[in-house]
């Protein structure tokens, strides 16, 4: 099996004024397709994993040879992470069900999770994402380097923000904060509570 980038389910443009067009198709098109073609190369030569999914090649990282461990880690991340990425954007979706319980009992209420959240994202130095995990059962706010995935620690991501430059310098340059305050309004929640259903 070869790695391919997953087809948008939405127009690049579906998500304006929130993410622009432009970062959609650069974003998607060439940075996501540079880490499934250096994930497909990194995989060349061990047969055996080709056919398993980025996701699963992430659970047990001590278990891929080493030779191509910190490709793996790198790209088999960044294609795992933005595929979870695409699916989880939608405007106009109402945080409601299980998920907005989940918060409000974890957090305290939706605000301060926004607002832990955000600071999680706003404070991850240089690149890397924010998430809401699912771990052990609980749910927790964490932020990882680079394309490092949840998937690694054990925990399962229900929702996460991408900050590498790449995604929001178009728009917002250095106004990392204002991008992520963008990204509440196209956090698809239907698809978040699909997340959470799966990580039980």
Same mark, same amino acid.
């Given at each position: 099996?070869?790695?391919?980038?997953?087809?948008?389910?939405?127009?690049?443009?579906?998500?304006?004024?929130?993410?622009?067009? *432009?970062?959609?198709?650069?974003?998607?098109? $060439?940075?996501?397709?540079?880490?499934?073609? $250096?994930?497909?190369?990194?995989?060349?030569?061990?047969? /055996?994993?080709?056919?398993?999914?980025?996701?699963?090649?992430?659970?047990?990282?001590?278990?891929?040879?080493?030779?191509?461990?910190?490709?793996?880690?790198?790209?088999?991340?960044?294609?795992?992470?933005?595929?979870?990425?695409?699916?989880?954007? *939608?405007?106009?979706? *109402?945080?409601?069900?299980? @998920?907005?319980?989940?918060?409000? $009992?974890?957090? +305290?209420?939706?605000? $301060?999770?926004?607002?832990?959240?955000?600071?999680?994202?706003?404070?991850?130095?240089?690149?890397?994402?924010?998430?809401?995990?699912? /771990?052990? +059962?609980?749910? !927790?706010? @964490?932020?990882?380097?680079?394309?490092?995935?949840?998937?690694?620690?054990?925990?399962?991501?229900?929702?996460?923000?991408?900050?590498?430059?790449?995604?929001?310098?178009?728009?917002?340059? /250095?106004?990392?904060? !204002?991008? @992520? !305050?963008?990204?509440? %309004?196209?956090? /698809?929640?239907?698809?978040? %509570?699909? %997340?959470?259903?799966?990580?039980?």
């Amino acid at each position: 099996m070869t790695h391919e980038v997953p087809k948008l389910p939405y127009a690049y443009n579906a998500l304006e004024p929130y993410i622009d067009e *432009k970062t959609m198709m650069i974003h998607h098109d $060439k940075h996501h397709a540079a880490y499934v073609a $250096k994930l497909n190369a990194a995989l060349e030569k061990h047969s /055996n994993l080709q056919n398993r999914p980025a996701e699963d090649l992430l659970k047990d990282l001590s278990a891929i040879p080493e030779d191509i461990r910190t490709a793996i880690k790198n790209h088999g991340g960044g294609h795992a992470n933005h595929s979870f990425f695409w699916a989880l954007l *939608k405007k106009d979706v *109402k945080c409601s069900g299980e @998920i907005e319980k989940a918060i409000t $009992k974890t957090f +305290g209420g939706f605000d $301060k999770f926004k607002e832990q959240f955000s600071a999680a994202a706003a404070n991850q130095f240089g690149s890397g994402w924010a998430w809401l995990v699912a /771990n052990k +059962g609980k749910l !927790e706010i @964490i932020s990882t380097p680079n394309q490092d995935s949840p998937l690694s620690q054990g925990k399962t991501p229900i929702v996460g923000i991408d900050v590498w430059e790449h995604a929001y310098y178009l728009k917002y340059q /250095n106004r990392r904060p !204002e991008y @992520i !305050e963008a990204f509440f %309004n196209v956090i /698809n929640w239907d698809k978040v %509570n699909e %997340n959470l259903k799966k990580a039980k």
